[in-house]
């Protein structure tokens, strides 16, 4: 439970504290992302407004990256660096990148899944049914396997939009560093949850062992 809340507090720090310096060129977040979009000749994707703090996300479906009123109109280095980074998932989608495809592809499953997982694995235990908790844990492993495929996903993101932010000259060279810290404390979120994910499937398949031990 820790981890994840620590993970939290450290975006929220590296957020907080980026997002009051101005980067030098001083774009705003919506011309960070139209300005990369556009070098990266994605000039039909579209760039919005969404309310919120650290609602910054893109929108596969619709092909919009939408930046929390801050980030959108602010131009902060942070605000920048999100930004960036939400249009490398719109560069990702473009160039059918590989753990994005999958992830896609993963999606309905994982999220029909992890919701009805635990109701079967309630129902296992309760009833003593093997099978039930057998199939539980098999849908909460997908969810799992989703998260997983997630960190590639965000990472590679990252990567592209710090090469993107200092290929298109948006930042500065000392921006670099402090940009990357944004974006790395946002990483860890996911790192988090995902080991929080992975502890708790181990502890469900160490119980099912045991579970099957029980009826001999
Ligand atoms: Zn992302």
């Given at each position: 439970?820790?981890?994840?809340?620590?993970?939290?507090?450290?975006?929220?720090?590296?957020?907080?504290?980026?997002?009051?310096?101005?980067?030098?060129?001083?774009?705003?977040?919506?011309?960070?992302?139209?300005?990369?979009?556009?070098?990266?000749?994605?000039?039909?994707?579209?760039?919005?407004?969404?309310?919120?703090?650290?609602?910054?996300?893109?929108?596969?479906?619709?092909?919009?990256?939408?930046?929390?009123?801050?980030?959108?109109?602010?131009?902060?280095?942070?605000?920048?660096?999100?930004?960036?980074?939400?249009?490398?998932?719109?560069?990702?989608?473009?160039?059918?990148?590989?753990?994005?495809?999958?992830?896609?592809?993963?999606?309905?499953?994982?999220?029909?899944?992890?919701?009805?997982?635990?109701?079967?694995?309630?129902?296992?235990?309760?009833?003593?049914?093997?099978?039930?908790?057998?199939?539980?844990?098999?849908?909460?492993?997908?969810?799992?396997?989703?998260?997983?495929?997630?960190?590639?996903?965000?990472?590679?993101?990252?990567?592209?939009?710090?090469?993107?932010?200092?290929?298109?000259?948006i930042i500065t060279?000392?921006?670099?560093?402090?940009?990357?810290?944004?974006?790395?404390?946002?990483?860890l979120t996911y790192?988090?949850?995902?080991?929080?994910?992975?502890?708790?499937?181990?502890?469900?398949?160490?119980?099912?062992?045991?579970?099957?031990?029980?009826?001999?």
């Amino acid at each position: 439970m820790a981890i994840p809340l620590l993970a939290q507090m450290k975006v929220k720090g590296a957020y907080a504290k980026y997002s009051k310096i101005e980067s030098q060129y001083g774009y705003t977040g919506y011309e960070v992302a139209r300005k990369i979009l556009d070098n990266s000749g994605l000039y039909q994707v579209k760039v919005e407004e969404t309310p919120g703090s650290l609602s910054d996300h893109y929108d596969p479906r619709t092909r919009t990256v939408r930046l929390s009123t801050n980030n959108y109109y602010g131009k902060s280095l942070a605000g920048a660096a999100v930004a960036a980074h939400e249009v490398g998932h719109a560069v990702q989608h473009d160039r059918k990148y590989a753990f994005l495809s999958f992830r896609h592809l993963l999606f309905p499953v994982a999220n029909f899944g992890s919701s009805l997982s635990w109701i079967f694995i309630m129902i296992g235990l309760f009833t003593q049914a093997t099978g039930l908790f057998a199939i539980g844990i098999a849908l909460l492993a997908v969810g799992v396997l989703f998260q997983i495929v997630t960190l590639p996903v965000e990472f590679n993101a990252s990567t592209r939009a710090m090469a993107m932010l200092t290929n298109y000259n948006i930042i500065t060279t000392e921006e670099v560093k402090p940009s990357k810290k944004v974006l790395q404390a946002a990483a860890l979120t996911y790192v988090a949850a995902t080991l929080v994910a992975v502890a708790e499937l181990v502890r469900l398949v160490l119980m099912f062992t045991g579970f099957g031990n029980s009826d001999d």
